[in-house]
């Protein structure tokens, strides 16, 4: 079995910075794409950026150059810096990734959510 648990959401205001953080732990085998979702209220839910396990990236055009992500494969990390926020940015932030464990192949994992609100 796989969890990713998040952390790092919160309240702050516009221009303002904050780090989100993912860990993956269970059976794992390999961890392929990682990647941070965002759901607005009343809104579907969206990528907000992708990293491989080769660390190529790819960004929301909403975030770049705002939001930088990276991982660390040692400690099955993912790490989302959000620069320069603005009210738009709130939402509930997801940990998403690809991964294949020692008893159950290839699958898709989602962690439990985070919230990030932007406002003064």
């Known amino acids: 079995q796989v969890q990713l648990v998040e952390s790092g959401g919160g309240l702050v205001q516009p221009g303002g910075s904050l780090r989100l953080s993912c860990t993956a732990s269970?059976?794992?085998?390999?961890?392929?794409?990682m990647a941070w979702y965002r759901q607005a209220p009343g809104k579907q839910r969206e990528l907000v950026a992708i990293i491989t396990n080769g660390g190529s990236t790819d960004y929301a055009d909403s975030v770049k150059g705002r939001f930088t992500i990276s991982r660390d494969n040692a400690k099955n990390t993912v790490h989302l810096q959000m620069n320069s926020l603005k009210p738009e940015d709130t939402a509930v932030y997801y940990c998403?990734?690809?991964?294949?464990?020692?008893?159950?192949?290839?699958?898709?994992?989602w962690g439990q959510g985070t919230h990030v609100t932007v406002s003064s």
């Open positions: 269970g059976s794992i085998f390999s961890i392929y794409a």
């Open positions: 998403n990734a690809l991964i294949r464990t020692v008893l159950s192949g290839k699958g898709d994992y």
